[in-house]
């Protein structure tokens, strides 16, 4: 049996008070609706999401006085443990709450946070971040698209590539050198730049979608040409955009640590259910890997713990996020491989008009988890050398 854990007070007072909430204003139709993979774009969950941001649900981490609710991370753990008990999604705003709003919470000026952070939360701005480049992705600081000044403007010309999202947004998040003859980290920018102009017309940003292996062109290509962004979306200040974006990758790599175990629950019983539908479930090999998953996702619940502990003590995880990032994701790798035997040879049926089933899903998107955000290696050597304090790899100088 699973030990709870008492949250403390004042994550249960918040507990009764969500889950009123949630009986007064849950939708009966999103019940069992919790795919990570949903579409944010089908009419019922818009109304979803349009529920929570009226009832102060949305980017509930964000201070209360830039529209968030302030809430703490055994706060959040809860509503996502409540969420998950109704069968209902936790409708956060992507990239523009994850990784652009602390941004703008540490970094921008009020004007800044002004503009742009009550956007985020209506949906009228939905970001896609442009940071890797086709010859810098692990190594994001030599970065070569360049931002050159023309007035009160930012003007941009480069490439991106693996803009995730980019067909939902209208705004991009952008790295770009504008003091070429600075040392790498710090002649780099951090710039909003909307996908259109004022006056509607493109701002000189095309996308060419990347087919993935699912069949599917959720990222794409970016060529920028002479894109323009006033000086007033640069957040942090002019040439300091390495620290702003250490803020969005620490977000990126250990946001979801405190909660995330609740998902991996979900799809280890799901599996437990497939396996005991095709008669597999006594089986030694299926019931070691079985165990193997389970035991792993209490590890993540712990790790998640940990991190709920330090955040608590208001210490900041710093390179603790890289634990997180490496485990889960090769734990997802491994379980979606697992789960694909277990399905046997259905987990091979593909074709234009076929619809992946969730494992088959799951088999082919994991291989990019360990990718994006940093590779397993990156934070592999972010462990070595901030956590552990072994000798740094060799760079070239
Ligand atoms: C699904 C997905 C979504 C993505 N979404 C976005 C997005 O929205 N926006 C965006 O900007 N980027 C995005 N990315 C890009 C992602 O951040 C990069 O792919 C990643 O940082 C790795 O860079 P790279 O592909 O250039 O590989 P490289 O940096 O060329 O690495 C190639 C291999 O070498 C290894 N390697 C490199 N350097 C080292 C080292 N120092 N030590 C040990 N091993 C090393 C890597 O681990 C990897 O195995 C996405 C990627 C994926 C897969």
Known sequence: MVMEIDLGPQAEKFRLEFRDWLEANKPASLEGYDDPNANPDTPELIDWAEKLREGGYLCVTWPEKFGGRGLSAAEVAVMNEELHAAGLPRVTRGMGENLVGPAIIAHGTDDQRERFLPRIISGEDRYCQGFSEPDSGSDLASLKTRGIIDGDELVITGQKVWTSWFWRANML???????????????????????KRDDGSENG?????????????????????????????????????????????????????????????????????????????????????????????EVMRYQGLRLLSALLADQNPGPGGSINKMYWSE???????????????????VGEEYELEYFQRQFLQTRGHTIWGGTAEIQRNIVGERLLGLPKEPRPS
């Not at 998040?173 to 996908?195: M, N, W």
């Not at 979900?266 to 035991?295: H, M, N, T």
């Open 205 to 297: 940003i095309e996308f060419r979608p990347l087919r993935q292996i699912t069949g599917e062109s959720h990222f794409a290509e970016t060529f920028i040409e002479e894109a323009r962004a006033p000086l007033s979306n640069v957040i942090g200040g002019l040439n300091n955009g390495w620290r702003v974006a250490m803020t969005t990758l620490g977000s990126e790599r250990g946001g979801s640590a405190t909660t995330q175990h609740v998902q991996f629950r979900r799809e280890f019983w799901k599996l437990v259910k497939a396996a005991r539908e095709r008669g597999k479930i006594e089986d030694p090999i299926v019931r070691q890997r079985l165990a193997w998953a389970y035991s792993r996702v």
């Open 173 to 195: 998040f952008c790295l770009c050198r504008t003091d070429p003859e600075a040392p790498k980290h710090q002649g780099i920018s951090y710039v909003l730049i909307p996908l």
């Open 331 to 349: 734990y997802q790798r491994r379980m979606a491989e697992y789960a694909v035997e277990i399905l046997g040879p259905e987990s091979m049926i």
